[in-house]
């Protein structure tokens, strides 16, 4: 069975600087997909950033970038520039196919605090 | 654009009570829905999905039951809710293949 594991429960960092949440992952797939989501107070779940697993190279979507490791299944999200805004529950989540449907696993998610 | 809706936001019932939560999808045709439960500060536990309209395949054994009644209405149910049903629920929604999940606001669930 999949696991994610989010190892590091909570975060703090200082407005502007640059954080990176680690996750790893534990599968015998070789396609695959990865997401980060993103929860923040209001609680609703935000899509930040996917990668495909057959893809050597990180996804990027502006301030909000990955380290993809296959090989070490090791899956990690870089916030450049870090905002007050980003402050949130962050979510690494793994994809599965099975009977039609996707089907993520979460890990346990990691509380990020960003001060002023 | 697409748009995903549940209702509602907060609920507060009673032990041995029903449950009827409602999660509907605008403007896509045949989406594959889905069902999760979040407990206080953990992550997300898929409860149930649905391909295709009266077809539901359940993820864990629990006191509760999902109907998919037409294309973009997804329902999440319980006949006598226990306390244990407590939580945050969030209905998602995805295209085929390799497309992310996208989610509603969720509902709070608090049984006393």
């Known amino acids: 069975a999949q696991t994610v594991t989010q190892s590091q429960p909570e975060m703090s960092v200082q407005e502007a600087e640059t954080v990176t949440l680690s996750c790893t992952y534990d599968?015998?797939?070789?396609?695959?997909?990865l997401f980060w989501y993103k929860q923040p107070p209001s609680r609703q779940m935000i899509l930040v950033i996917r990668?495909?697993?057959?893809?050597?190279q990180n996804a990027t979507e502006n301030r909000f970038s990955v380290n993809f490791q296959k090989a070490a299944k090791s899956f990690s999200l870089k916030i450049s520039d870090s905002q007050l805004g980003d402050t949130a529950m962050y979510f690494c989540?793994?994809?599965?196919?099975?009977?039609?449907?996707?089907?993520?696993?979460f890990g346990q998610g990691t509380r990020l605090t960003i001060n002023p | 654009s697409q748009t995903i809706h549940q209702w509602p936001a907060t609920l507060v019932q009673p032990v041995g009570s029903p449950l009827s939560l409602e999660c509907t999808v605008e403007?896509?045709?045949?989406?594959?829905l889905y069902w999760y439960r979040q407990a206080a500060g953990r992550g997300l536990q898929l409860l149930f999905y649905?391909?295709?309209?009266?077809?539901i395949s359940s993820e864990v054994p629990q006191n509760l039951s999902a109907s998919r009644p037409q294309d973009r209405q997804f329902i999440l149910s319980s006949k006598k809710l226990l306390l244990s049903d407590s939580g945050f629920y969030l209905c998602?929604?995805?295209?085929?293949?390799?497309?992310?999940?996208?989610f509603g606001d969720g509902t709070r669930l608090s049984i006393l």
């Open positions: 989540a793994f994809m599965k196919h099975d009977g039609g449907a996707q089907k993520l696993v």
């Open positions: 403007g896509t045709s045949n989406p594959n």
């Open positions: 649905s391909v295709g309209i009266g077809q």
């Open positions: 599968t015998s797939e070789n396609n695959y997909y």
């Open positions: 998602a929604w995805s295209r085929d293949g390799n497309q992310p999940q996208h």
């Open positions: 990668q495909e697993a057959y893809k050597q």
